[in-house]
């Protein structure tokens, strides 16, 4: 029973942790959508979004009615005592008097309306812009998250290749070592032949590893903006090779470049209009405001505690309106106001930058691609060739028309031009990736 009781336990572990590794599949656009929905750093700019919605809510509530209330209770332990003096001919002595009851008790209800005030209506048009920022800021986000998921998910694939391509040439090193270890114990070939054909298998064992641990931090980072578990595994449906033609004949080069749909131009125009606010928000604090309010009170007094039973309650109200009128701050609200002034400028210098600087990445983002796409092609002929030229060494060393020597040059060359061709295909997507974020036009809610 103790080992069925251990076996038992050891199978509802394993199915634990069966259960808590999931397998998952994406396409690079099944990637991206997932993390739009998924990703950590968009899942907090929805909490903005929500929070700015409920400023805007406060900022509303301000200007409506606002009623209070109150219930107030005092026992009298000791009551003030006054001496009176003394009024002949009804006394000719002091006479102490107390005031007051054992028990008191006020109910009092109040109601408050703004009826105007400058700056409650700026700051309401603020609150609303800043919930337009929000979203601006919550879009810039999703077209950063957007080149992350695809970077990596590039990266992945591009290691995924480097790997495919060492197995293979992996596997021909090894036969060619094997059956050179045969001729040379047949005594057709020299031990250096074999030295060498074996220092090329020990170089690529050794690039294996590299590979292989290349290949889990990508996975991890993909996870990561993902926001999938560590312990999930990841399958990539998409092949580098028609991702590579797509981009290829991507007509990303048609696109117009509009600098005032432009993410980051978009939401500096939305600080620029908060900044705008934030002057006519202090140009207000000259202004007076009004407010109206309704007044009521009860009370009782009593001897004792006997409120709800009996007694007479006495009540007061009043309506009133009150202006407040700012009339001197010794310049405070001027030097408020041309500090607000000052920062707005400030603003329209920047945009002027950003204009300026965005149309400068453009220009950068279009040149690089277009260069990446030319050192692309470049090395995806130069693998080819290079895969060729070494395939057939490997043949000519097997029908003894080649040296090893031979055999070592050309599959340093064959690597080598895979490496590049490699490196091309990420920098030229990667490339893409750049300029179609700066061609991204802001779409808000």
């Keep these: 029973m103790q080992k069925i009781k251990i076996i038992l336990l050891f199978a509802v572990i394993i199915s634990t942790t069966v259960n808590a590794q999931q397998t998952r599949e994406f396409s690079l656009q099944q990637a991206i959508d997932y993390a739009l929905k998924n990703n950590y750093d968009l899942m907090k700019s929805e909490k903005d979004i929500e929070a700015a919605k409920q400023t805007v809510r406060e900022s509303t509530s301000m200007g409506l009615p606002q009623i209070n209330g109150s219930v107030g209770y005092n026992n009298n332990i000791a009551s003030p005592v006054i001496i009176m003096p003394a009024m002949p001919p009804l006394s000719t002595e002091p006479t102490e008097v107390q005031f007051g009851t054992k028990h008191d008790a006020t109910l009092t209800g109040s109601l408050s309306q703004l009826i105007f005030s400058g700056e409650y209506v700026v700051g309401l048009q603020a609150a609303r812009k800043y919930l337009e920022s929000t979203n601006v800021e919550f879009f810039k986000n ?49 031990d250096i032949d074999v030295d060498q054909l074996e220092l090329l298998v020990s170089d690529l064992e050794a690039s294996r590893i590299y590979f292989i641990n290349q290949l889990n931090i990508t996975h991890a980072f ?71 309010s309704l007044y009521y009170q009860t009370q009782a007094q009593r001897e004792e505690f006997n409120f709800f039973n009996s007694g007479k309650w006495y009540s007061s109200s009043a309506l009133g309106v009150t202006m407040n009128i700012p009339i001197f701050s010794s310049g405070q609200r001027n030097s408020r106001l041309k500090q607000a002034r000052i920062a707005y400028e400030q603003m329209e210098i920047m945009e002027d930058q950003l204009e300026n600087q965005l149309n400068l990445q453009y220009k ?61 295909s990420q920098a030229f997507l990667q490339a893409g990736e750049e300029l179609k974020k700066i061609l991204t036009k802001t779409i808000t809610n």
């Design 142 to 190: 999703k077209t950063a998250v957007v080149q992350q998921v695809a970077n990596s998910y590039y990266s992945v694939l591009t290691t995924e290749k480097g790997l495919e391509i060492i197995d293979t040439t992996l596997k021909v090193t090894r036969s060619l070592a094997n059956e050179t270890q045969q001729y040379y114990e047949a005594g057709f070939s020299e």
């Design 364 to 424: 950068n983002a279009r040149s690089e691609y277009l260069n990446s796409f030319k050192v692309y092609e470049n090395k995806d002929r130069n693998r080819k060739v290079a895969e060729k030229i070494y395939f057939k060494t490997s043949e000519k060393y097997k029908q003894g028309l080649a040296s090893s020597l031979d055999i070592l040059n050309t599959h340093n060359q064959f690597l080598n031009a895979e490496r590049d061709y490699l490196a091309a």
């Design 222 to 292: 993909l996870k990561f903006y993902l926001a999938v578990s560590e312990s999930d595994s990841l399958i990539l449906s998409d092949n580098l090779d028609n991702i590579l033609e797509n981009m290829e004949g991507s007509s990303i080069m048609l696109q117009q470049f509009e600098v005032n749909t432009n993410p980051d131009f978009y939401s500096l125009l939305k600080q620029k209009e908060l900044s705008e606010l934030k002057v006519k928000l202090e140009k207000a604090t000259y202004y007076p405001s009004i407010n109206a």
